[in-house]
């Protein structure tokens, strides 16, 4: 399993990936979730991926691969972020077509989903989600983010936080707040992390960081996130039962 998270702000993006892969309790590995496509000045593509390692691998490199041929229909030749969408539903596609039988056969399910943003050229930043089947959505100004992998745990502080207009820096810690509540909570999700942050129309990556257990940031969050949370709750009253209407308790009759 594995945990990513995309937002699109008014300021640009904000990405964020972890890179365990399990196959069971003794048997962890790590790799990377996250590849970026870069050409300065032109287009800032990126591709976060979750599921089954082999199929989101042999997704990955097709398209990595497409990139290398030259007049080949590539995330270098799309003239927008929907075109770049719809290639990787293509290529999710035709992994399909040559793969889910013989998974099948193996009691293996076809599963694999994505996440795609960046710009190109003067379009807006945008920012997709694509499913096993190839079809995808697009984010919008009422939810400007994405999650794929184990999100459960790390979603409450990201709806309670998340607006399009909050900064990089702000949805950056939301972020990491919230795959460090992941981390906690499930073990198939784990360091090191990539973080990266694109800045609207500057069609340059701005930062793009690994960040490990040694990260001192990170490390600060770990500690005083846990720490602020029981606070909070050491803070709040009791349950006052004795102000509690009468009529609030449950009846054999209702």
Same mark, same amino acid.
């Given at each position: ?8 702000? $008014? ?14 309790? $003794? ?8 590849? @970026? ?16 390692? =082999?199929?989101?691998?042999?997704? @990955? ?13 590539? @995330?270098?030749? =799309? ?12 290529? @999710?596609? #035709?992994? &399909? ?23 190109? $050229? ?8 694509? &499913? ?9 100004? $009422? ?8 999100? #459960? &745990? ?20 939301? =972020? ?40 001192? &940031? ?37």
């Amino acid at each position: 399993m594995t945990y990513c998270v995309a937002m699109r702000l $008014d300021e640009g993006l904000v990405c964020l990936s972890d890179s365990r892969t399990n196959a069971g309790v $003794d048997h962890i590995n790590t790799f990377r979730k996250m590849t @970026v496509f870069e050409r300065p000045g032109d287009r800032v593509v990126v591709l976060m991926s979750a599921g089954n390692l =082999a199929i989101t691998q042999a997704v @990955v490199n097709l398209l990595r691969e497409h990139a290398t041929v030259q007049d080949h229909e590539s @995330v270098w030749s =799309a003239a927008t972020m929907f075109e770049c969408a719809r290639m990787v539903g293509d290529t @999710v596609r #035709k992994v &399909y077509q040559r793969d889910a039988g013989p998974l099948k056969e193996f009691g293996v399910d076809f599963n694999a989903s994505f996440i795609l943003c960046g710009q190109i $050229d003067s379009e807006p930043p945008r920012l997709f989600q694509i &499913y096993a089947a190839g079809n995808f959505i697009e984010a919008t100004e $009422d939810t400007p983010y994405f999650q794929i992998g184990e999100s #459960k &745990y790390g979603k409450p502080i990201i709806d309670r936080v998340v607006t399009s207009a909050i900064s990089l820096d702000e949805a950056a810690k939301c =972020a990491l707040i919230s795959m460090d509540s992941t981390i906690r909570s499930n073990l198939s999700v784990g360091l090191p992390l990539d973080l990266l942050i694109y800045r609207c129309n500057e069609l340059k990556v701005a930062r793009h960081v690994s960040i490990d257990a040694e990260n001192p &940031y990170f490390s600060m969050i770990h500690g005083q996130w846990g720490a602020s949370l029981r606070r909070v709750f050491a803070e709040l009253p009791d349950p006052d039962w004795a102000n509690w209407a009468d009529d609030a308790s449950p009846s054999a009759d209702r």
